[in-house]
């Protein structure tokens, strides 16, 4: 066992012996079920997921956290573009890590498990300290934050309720009401300076704009971002950029321009533009972007430079909820729409029912995209989630 399993699991069962310990977690199971645009073979996953999560603060000033988490992965997935390698899969920004596979059976089960957060946080009457294995996340926009370089989201991810943990030290500080700085150290494998980042971030006010200007070196790249919130006849509006300029390649700039408004009071709608610098117009050139910086260590997972996204989330009543988002690529005239219900069953009992639907256009040969959407396999989801 490598030394930061060890290390985390002491910290795990550590937090346990204060009188005050938290414990909460919740039980998922997912069920997906994938239609390839090039055969018709059979292709579905089933995803169980338990986390448990301690909380024990020591005194006024200083808290414990830790989470563990176990993942049990059925995937019968036979379509080339659908396969997918759950095996001892490798997570960015952590210093050490154990094999996350613990078991693994003919190429179709894998029992797999993570040390998520481990984590020791002081907080001043002012000020913040945060150490140890955390999450990390930046930018007001919803479908892509240009800013959150570290462990973004896939627009393909079913479950964003959690993010992967970094090694980080971070530090905030509060400048009067509604300001702040923050600023951080991201540690990746063995510490080394091209694996690792840092960043720094202030927040302040001028009249009715929030403004975020950020600074950031990470993989051996610089990235300078600005993030604006403000309201504007009843809606809110947020401008979310990033320069970012990786060592050994040109340059590349992403925008996102967007606003929500509540149209009822149980009817709230988004929209946004995104600008990715770092793709390309032409479906002909998507494939040649996938070695690139950005793809590879940027965090960019849209293929295409012009996008128009829009959302909603519509309470049907007070246990009903529906979200419907859509995508739409400029460049190759390729959609994608996620449809997604929620049914509050009992109290702290979940379910979800949803899909992805991909329009656009496609070829014989999975080796050539004629748009990104079309190429992308329709899913029909569910989702059963328990709190504790």
Known sequence: MKLSSVICLIYFISNTVYAETDISGFIKLNYLNYQSKFDSEPNNEIFQVNRVSILSPINDNITLEGSYQVIQIYSNVNSSEVLRNYDNQKRVYRIDDFNSTVIKKNDNYYLNHNFDRATVTWNGDTSSVVFGRQQLAFGSAKTVNPTDIFTPF???????????????????????????????????????????????????????????????????????????????????????????????????????????????????????????????????????????????????????????????????????????????????KSLFLNLSWEWNAKENFYFNLGSFITLGKTSDNTQILESEFGSVPSTIFTRIRYYF
């Open 154 to 332: 896939s627009f393909t991810a079913i479950d964003t309720e959690v993010r992967n943990g970094v090694d980080a030290f971070r530090f905030r500080h509060q400048l009067g009401e509604m300001g702040q700085y923050d600023v951080g150290v991201v540690l990746g494998e063995n510490a080394d300076r091209k694996n690792s980042a840092a960043y720094g971030l202030i927040k302040f006010s001028v009249d009715k704009y929030e403004i975020k200007p950020m600074v950031a070196v990470f993989q051996e790249a610089h990235m300078v971002g600005l993030d604006l919130e403000t309201s504007l006849l009843g809606a809110s509006i947020w401008f979310e950029n990033a320069w970012v300029d990786p060592k050994n390649e040109s340059g590349y700039f992403r925008s996102v321009l967007g606003g929500e408004r509540q149209i009822t009071p149980d009817t709230s709608m988004f929209i946004e533009y995104h600008y990715n610098g770092a793709g390309e117009t032409s479906p002909s050139e998507y494939y040649n972007l996938q070695n690139n910086f950005a793809y590879q260590k940027g965090g960019v997972f849209l293929l295409g430079k012009n996008y128009l996204n829009a959302g909603s989330s519509i309470q049907i009543t007070p246990l009903h909820r529906l979200d419907p988002i859509i995508m739409t690529n400029f460049d190759d």
